[in-house]
Nanobody
Framework: QVELVESGGGSVQAGGSLRLSCGGSGAINCMGWFRQPPGKDREGVASISNRGTFITYGDSVKGRFTISRDNAKKEMYLQMNTLKPEDTAMYYC?????????????????WGRGTQVTVSS
């Protein structure tokens, strides 16, 4: 049974940085970060393959966010720089995505409970 716990969310001013962490247990393959802004659908932010060989970013975060993972610690990270108000959302950690290249969750995906990120202008 895979379980995920996110941490590191909070409030920051535009231009600031935050680092999200996701701790996991159980067998984990492709992992990713998703977010759901208020009143909008959940969207893919970034994904990373099991060995970290393949990484995908959503267009809105390319060049500002960096995803990484430490398999020995069973943790995944999202370094978020140059944050914008439109980055405000609930951020979710996900494991065992159906498609890593396309950040497609699939029916077998495991979700964390989420951590709130709020960016003020």
């Amino acid at each position: 049974q895979v379980e995920l716990v996110e941490s590191g969310g909070g409030s920051v001013q535009a231009g600031g940085s935050l680092r999200l962490s996701c701790g996991g247990s159980g067998a984990i393959n492709c992992m990713g970060w998703f977010r759901q802004p208020p009143g909008k659908d959940r969207e893919g932010v970034a994904s990373i393959s099991n060995r970290g060989t393949f990484i995908t970013y959503g267009d809105s975060v390319k060049g500002r966010f960096t995803i990484s993972r430490d398999n020995a610690k069973k943790e995944m990270y999202l370094q978020m720089n140059t944050l914008k108000p439109e980055d405000t959302a609930m951020y979710y950690c996900a494991a065992n995505l159906e498609s890593c290249d396309h950040m497609r969750p699939g029916i077998g995906v495991i979700w964390g409970r989420g951590t709130q990120v709020t960016v003020s202008s």
